[in-house]
C-alpha cells in the first residue's frame, strides 16, 4: 500500500509515543516527526493529527503522579496539559513552517449528526487554508458516561467524518502479530487484513498488552469503523524517527482494507457511532427486507435491549444475536416494547396516538 496515493490523511499519536515514561515531552521524535509531516504536505496532502498526551504533560508540569487520578482531577490536569501539549507541537512544528490549530472533541460531538457536520466543517476549512489541526478528546468536560476513553476510535470517527483516505495508527509495536511478540519469538507480523474475522480478534486478544492504553481492542473497532466507511488503516511502529517515510519505505506494518461501499455519508456516520444505546432483535422475514433495503416495521421486531429515546443510534441483531445493522430509532424503547410484533396500522390503536410506520426508515438504516 502506497500513503502516497492517499489524498486526506489521519495520523492517531499515542501518550507513549509522543512522551517518555518520565511524562518529558520526545524532543528529538517530534522534530523528526515534524519532518514527516513537511513531506506529506509538499507531496499537497491534507493531514490531521489526533494526539494523546495532555493528562501526562500536565502530570509532569504539576509534578504528580498519573496513577490513580480521579476524574474529576484529571479533568483539571488535563486543561493544563492541554496547553503543554499544544505548546509542544507549536514550538516545534513553527520550526518547519508548518501551521496549526487546536480542536476538542467530546463524545457528543461526532455522535450528534448536527455537531459532527460542523465538526467536518471546520476541519475542512482549516486543510484548505494548508493548516495542520490537531485533535483530542476533551478531557476537561468528558466524563466516564460520555468519553471515547481512547484516541484509537476518536481517529477513526474523525477520518470517517471527514471522509479521509487513511488512517495511521502510530502503536508501540510493528502491527498486528498472531501472538504476544514479545513472549513469543515465532510469532509472525500480519501484514493486510480483509476481514475483521473470528481470527483476527483472537490475535488482537494475544497481542493485547502489547499496547498502549487504548490496547488491542480499540484498534480492531477502529478498524471496523475505518472499513465500512471507504478508509484504509495502518498499523504501524511509531517508535522509530521519521515513522510516516518508515512506513512507505518497509511496509513493516498492519493495514486494513476498506470494504467497498456504495453508503453515503449520512449511512456512514450512522454504521460509525461509536455509543449506540441499545439493541433491537429481529425475526428472519424483518433480516431479508433490511438486506433488500426496506426499513424496519414494528411486525418484525421480537425483542429489545436497553433504554432509548426516539432518534437515538441501536444495534440491529438477527435471531443468533449478530449484528446486522444500525440506524435512528423513530420510537423510543418504551413504545417498541408495545408495538413489537404488531402491524403498522395498529400502531395508532395501540399508542393512542398517530406516528411514524417504521420502527427504524430505510434511510436512517444502514446494514453492516
Not at 331 to 351: P, T, W
Request: aromatic share 6%.
Amino acid at each position: 500500500m502506497q500513503i502516497e496515493k492517499f489524498k486526506k490523511i489521519v495520523i492517531k499519536i499515542g501518550s507513549s509515543i509522543l512522551v517518555d515514561r518520565e511524562s518529558k515531552p520526545k524532543q528529538v521524535w517530534l522534530k523528526e516527526f515534524s519532518k514527516d509531516i513537511k513531506y506529506l504536505i509538499k507531496k499537497k496532502k491534507e493531514v490531521v493529527i489526533v494526539s494523546s498526551g495532555a493528562i501526562a504533560l500536565g502530570c509532569k508540569h504539576l509534578g504528580i503522579s498519573k496513577k490513580g487520578l480521579k476524574i474529576d482531577k484529571s479533568q483539571a490536569i488535563a486543561s493544563i496539559g492541554q496547553i503543554e501539549l499544544m505548546n509542544f507541537y507549536k514550538k516545534t512544528f513553527d520550526k518547519y513552517k508548518i501551521k496549526i490549530s487546536q480542536i476538542l472533541l467530546t463524545l457528543d460531538d461526532t455522535e450528534q449528526r448536527r455537531r459532527s457536520i460542523n465538526a467536518k466543517r471546520t476541519i475542512d476549512n482549516l486543510l484548505s487554508m494548508g493548516i495542520v489541526p490537531i485533535v483530542n478528546e476533551n478531557d476537561t468536560t468528558a466524563t466516564t458516561e460520555i468519553k471515547y476513553g481512547d484516541n484509537d476510535r476518536l481517529a477513526a470517527r474523525v477520518s470517517q467524518i471527514i471522509s479521509a483516505d487513511c488512517l495511521i495508527l502510530l502503536s508501540d509495536v510493528d502491527g498486528l502479530y498472531t501472538d504476544n511478540p514479545k513472549k513469543n519469538k515465532e510469532t509472525q507480523l500480519i501484514k493486510t487484513v480483509k476481514e475483521l474475522n473470528e481470527n483476527i480478534k483472537k490475535y488482537a486478544t494475544k497481542a493485547e498488552n502489547t499496547y498502549g492504553s487504548g490496547g488491542m481492542k480499540t484498534k480492531i473497532e477502529a478498524a471496523k469503523i475505518c472499513q465500512l466507511s471507504g478508509c484504509y488503516m495502518v498499523i504501524a511502529n511509531g517508535n522509530n524517527k521519521n515513522p510516516i517515510q518508515k512506513i512507505i519505505k518497509n511496509q513493516k506494518c498492519t493495514w486494513f482494507l476498506p470494504k467497498i461501499s456504495k453508503l453515503d455519508a449520512r449511512k456512514q456516520w450512522i454504521i460509525g457511532s461509536i455509543a449506540p444505546k441499545g439493541e433491537i432483535i429481529i425475526d428472519n422475514g424483518a433480516l431479508k427486507a433490511i438486506k433488500s433495503g426496506k426499513s424496519l416495521l414494528p411486525a418484525g421486531v421480537q425483542k429489545i435491549n436497553g433504554k432509548f429515546e426516539k432518534g437515538d443510534h441501536v444495534l440491529v441483531k438477527d435471531q443468533n444475536n449478530s449484528e446486522c445493522a444500525r440506524g435512528l430509532t423513530s420510537f423510543s424503547s418504551i413504545e417498541i416494547e408495545k408495538i413489537k410484533g404488531s402491524h403498522s396500522s395498529e400502531i395508532k390503536n395501540i399508542l393512542g396516538y398517530s406516528s411514524r410506520e417504521e420502527i427504524i426508515h430505510k434511510d436512517d438504516l444502514a446494514e453492516v
